[in-house]
């Protein structure tokens, strides 16, 4: 082995997968100093994972690359179900509609693994000089627990082997997949869009195998369903394996089946596939291959698992439609296990997120989605704390607010991998309004829509009935749902979930109502000196708290949304705090939005406020966490309150300033 070096790093990100990258788009975006290594030669490129619900696409929105996945996604707009028919010959039993369209722009889209992550490591690349380090290989972990409680402390010491020319065992990654990537799935320039090809090729390695220590303030365990980080702290995980053994593959296919574009699950006496449509006319199908024998859920021999023997498993349950390919673009083989850890962090320096976390069967299309959304959670916290910005007892949340909806996936996960199974005599009539059932029931969660956050420092919850009267359907712990505005300087329109953009920065929502109304623009002036802190302290609650350094002046952001006609009153008609000026870039048009029906846009329809539940007059004033939930709702008048809930989570200048003094 080569020479051993030593370093020290404020977060040190293990895995870059779903969950580790979206980790360290927040570290690249708030410039915290950074390391991100993982042991593939490589990125993913083709397969794995595909399925993105609509929330994802929202935070995706946030990071400012949405529109990437739409322009190569495939949308899906329903499930259907194929059961035998009478004649025993295979008929559609039902359409089930998997879209809602009150709820997200967004839709179920399909696109491989490999694209999202090129999107958010090109994000990562825009904002920093953050790259991920391949062929690193966390070798060992030390944690010193008496330095744990000291933030400025660097408690975790990890060595990792920087694999070098010499190594001759580099892996190709861990995982369900490993053995079918070694088996021949061909990755090459022609089956790759061009933005990928300069990743193609393994990075230059050192001659030799380097050993290199490195001390960290946190880490963030991200390395997948065989967690080394989760083992090397003994976090027990709970579950097993399923007796199921799955064959997964993405081909083009030769059919004359009518649903072959859309999402199905076939179910005839021979079995259970679902079909799933992907981007470049690909289809992935999900086919049972194998079912251990009872007690051997541990073993089963991969080996006899082919993509010839998945064909002949479609064609059999696809009968007397025809099947058949010629362009396979992926395959595996894989056995459904329905695991949790039973803690996600130590000592809220060391974290596990995604599949380190849970693992379930991937026919629900979350892991992913819940991978990414661990990450994007335990990123933006560990972020500011880093950077001095956010009160370290703040990441007590990860867990709080993660560890429930990991639960929760797992039990959607009981509920629906049963259905996929091979079926049994007269279930198939009842297949239908069963898998609606459970789908209905999880919806909301699986889609995003609702998280319920608990409450928490970050998450200020009513304590009676109607105290939030005012903002009925803006409810902390949950998301902000999006609407789309009209931006008051320019006229254009854009979307909430990319107005508020993921840049680490809390924000207050000033609903102003309708600023027409004499008494409304008196109190928006009202509230605009106390943000301003033209008050008798004279200190301002968004100059109180300490910088992003290097990025923001203030933690905080202000938006206002307003509800008067878009021709009736003007920009320079809002108080100047609301839209302040800087002398290099002006006046900053993109701070007043206003909720006016758009003759050109049917999406602004004017009915934000309704939707949000607030009066159109009186408006209301909200606080946005920095990944979009909702963290505290109050009154345009409730200064002094918004200031204790921020004053609860974010490090001020100066510790000796009380609320009091504020106003
Ligand atoms: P991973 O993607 O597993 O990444 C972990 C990374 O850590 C890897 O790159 C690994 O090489 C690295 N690593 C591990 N140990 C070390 C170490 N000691 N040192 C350095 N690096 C290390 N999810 C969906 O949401 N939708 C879907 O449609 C969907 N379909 C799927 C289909 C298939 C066939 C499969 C296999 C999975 C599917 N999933 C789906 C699940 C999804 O792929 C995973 O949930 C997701 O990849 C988890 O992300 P992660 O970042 O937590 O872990």
Redesign the pocket.
């Known amino acids: 082995e080569g020479k051993s070096a030593h370093s020290q790093i404020d977060v040190l990100i ?7 990258l979206m980790a360290a788009y927040w570290m690249a975006r708030c410039g915290v100093n950074a390391r991100i ?4 030669d490589t990125k993913v490129f083709l ?5 993105l619900r609509a929330r994802t696409l929202e935070l995706f929105d946030s990071m400012g690359f949405q529109h990437r996945v739409l322009q190569e996604g495939s949308i899906s707009t329903e499930a259907n179900i194929w059961v035998p028919g009478p004649q025993g010959k295979l008929v559609r039993q039902a359409q089930i509609d998997i879209f809602r369209v009150d709820e997200s722009p967004f839709h179920n889209t399909r696109l491989n ?1 490999g694209r999202i992550e090129r999107f958010i490591l090109d994000s990562i690349r825009e904002n920093s000089d953050l790259d991920v380090e391949r062929s ?3 070798d060992s972990l030390e944690y010193d627990e008496d330095l744990g409680n000291d933030p400025n402390s660097y408690p975790i010491t990890v060595k990792v082997r920087v694999l070098g020319e010499d190594d001759l065992n580099r892996p190709r ?5 490993a053995e079918s990537e070694a088996a021949g799935n061909e990755i090459n320039r022609s089956n790759l869009l061009p933005d990928d090809w300069a990743d193609l090729a393994p990075r230059k390695k050192p001659q030799k195998t380097q050993v290199e220590t490195i001390k960290a303030k946190y880490l963030i365990g ?7 980080t989760r083992k090397q702290l003994n976090i027990p995980v709970e579950g097993s394996n399923t007796d199921h053994i799955w064959g ?1 593959i993405d081909v083009i296919p030769l059919s004359d089946f009518p649903d072959i574009r859309r999402v199905s699950v076939v179910n005839n006496a021979a079995g259970t596939i679902l079909v799933i449509p992907r981007e470049r006319g690909l289809v992935r199908f999900y086919v049972p291959v194998q079912t251990c024998e009872a007690g051997a859920t541990d073993r089963f021999d991969r080996s006899k698992i082919t993509p010839e023997l998945i064909r002949e498993r479609v064609q059999g349950i696809l009968a007397p439609f025809t099947f058949d390919f010629k362009e396979c673009s992926w395959w ?1 083989v ?1 056995q459904v296990g329905q695991r949790i850890a039973t803690q996600s962090t130590k000592d809220n320096r060391i974290f596990l ?4 976390v849970h693992t379930h069967s ?1 026919k629900m ?7 990414m959304q661990d ?1 994007f959670n335990v990123g933006w916290k560990i972020a500011l704390a880093v950077a001095g910005t956010l009160q370290p007892e703040i990441l007590d949340t990860y867990a709080s607010e993660r560890h429930p909806l990991a639960e929760m996936l797992l039990d959607f996960d009981r509920h629906w991998s049963p259905m996929f199974t091979d079926p049994k005599p007269g279930v198939a009539d009842t297949k239908a309004s069963e898998m609606a059932l459970v789908a209905r029931r999880f919806e909301d969660f699986a889609d995003g829509w609702k998280v319920f956050y608990p409450a928490s420092s970050l998450v200020r919850k009513a304590e009676y009935d109607d105290e939030f009267a005012f903002a009925r359907h803006m409810i902390p712990g949950e998301r902000v749902r999006p609407v789309r505005l009209r931006n008051h300087a320019d006229g254009g329109t854009r979307w909430t979930t990319r107005a508020l953009e993921s840049d680490g920065r809390f924000r207050i929502l000033v609903l102003a109502g309708d600023i027409r109304n004499p008494m409304q623009k008196q109190r928006i002036e009202t509230l605009s000196q106390a943000l301003a802190g033209q008050t008798r302290s004279g200190i301002s609650p968004l100059s109180r708290y300490l910088e992003i350094h290097g990025r923001f002046k203030s933690p905080i952001d202000v938006l206002t949304i307003h509800t008067s006609p878009w021709k009736e009153v003007e920009f320079f008609d809002f108080p100047e705090i609301l839209r302040p000026f800087d002398p290099v870039n002006g006046w900053a048009y993109d701070k007043i939005w206003c909720d006016d029906a758009c003759m050109f846009d049917r999406y602004c329809d004017g009915t934000a406020y309704e939707k949000w539940g607030v009066d159109r007059v009186l408006g209301a004033l909200v606080v946005v966490r920095p990944d979009q939930y909702i963290g505290w709702v109050g009154e345009l008048g409730d200064v002094e309150e918004l200031t204790h809930y921020l004053d609860g989570i974010l490090v001020k200048k100066s510790p000796t300033d009380d609320v009091e003094a504020v106003l």
């Open positions: 293990i895995g870059a997968g779903p969950s580790g290594i993982d042991n593939r397969g794995h994972a595909d399925g693994q690193v290989i966390a990654g861990q995982g369900i997949d991200c390395d997948g369903a065989h967690s080394w997964v595996t894989y997120a995604g599949d380190a991937p299309g979350l892991g992913m989605n819940m991978s990450g």
